[in-house]
């Protein structure tokens, strides 16, 4: 099964400030990549897919890129909103995974 | 609006059986794809099972390959997770997924779980 890495595990931001979060997986995933964003208490929400397509009603100021074996989720200023776990998932090959996540947690 | 109600959950003791069930709603349920999801408390996310959009194909995580059946009932709107054999490591939130238009591997719509804890 493919291997999804995410680093850092926490990011500690304050709100304003750029996140750059990582997924690296063990083999390459061509563009088949996701982001979901999951908030305490909440079931996840699904932010980027095939690496930097926005899903629908997702602000801007997140975004995708990578291919590959390595991929990038930024977000250019962070919003109070968007301190959560972020998760990687892959759907090139079965059995699709997730990586471990990154907490992006407020300075 | 769509919506995705789990129900089913509880506390099983191991090697004892529960069947999940998701009504959909604010959704034609036959022309997408649909999955399970599950996260163990305070971990990460475990994709567990997929099936198509009519039912003719399933697809199963090894972990659970042999034990759970997916299906589900187009003319009621309704997915099912069957769960046997069940064991401490199967405790986790369940969620139900509707997958995106055409792309069965990915999810734009969850519900909000229902907790499934295997204990004696």
């Known amino acids: 099964e493919i291997v999804l890495t995410q680093s850092p595990a926490t990011l500690s931001l304050s709100p304003g400030e750029r996140a750059t979060l990582s997924c690296r997986a063990s083999q390459s995933v061509s563009g088949y990549l996701a982001w979901y964003q999951q908030k305490p208490g909440q079931a996840p929400r699904l932010l980027i897919y095939?690496?930097?397509n926005r899903a629908t009603g997702i602000p801007a100021r997140f975004s995708g890129s990578g291919s590959g074996t390595d991929f990038t989720l930024t977000i250019s200023s962070l919003e109070p909103e968007d301190f959560a776990v972020y998760y990687c998932?892959?759907?090139?090959?079965?059995?699709?995974?997730f990586g471990g996540g990154t907490k992006v947690e407020i300075k | 609006e769509v919506q995705l109600l789990e129900s089913g959950g509880g506390l099983v003791q191991p090697g004892g059986s529960l069947r999940l069930s998701c009504a959909a709603s604010?959704?034609?349920?036959?022309?997408?794809?649909m999955s399970w999801v599950r996260q163990a408390p305070g971990k990460g996310l475990e994709w567990v099972s997929t099936i198509s959009n009519n039912g003719a194909s399933t697809y199963y995580a090894d972990s659970v390959k042999g034990r759970f059946t997916l299906s589900r009932d187009n003319s009621n709107n309704r997915l099912y997770l069957q769960m046997n054999s069940l064991r401490a490591e199967d405790t986790a939130i369940y969620y139900c997924?509707?997958?995106?238009?055409?792309?069965?591997?990915?999810?734009?719509?969850w519900g909000q779980g229902t907790l499934v804890t295997v204990s004696s």
């Open positions: 095939d690496a930097s």
């Open positions: 997924t509707k997958a995106l238009p055409i792309i069965i591997t990915l999810w734009d719509s």
């Open positions: 604010g959704i034609t349920f036959s022309t997408y794809a």
């Open positions: 998932q892959q759907r090139s090959k079965w059995p699709l995974t």
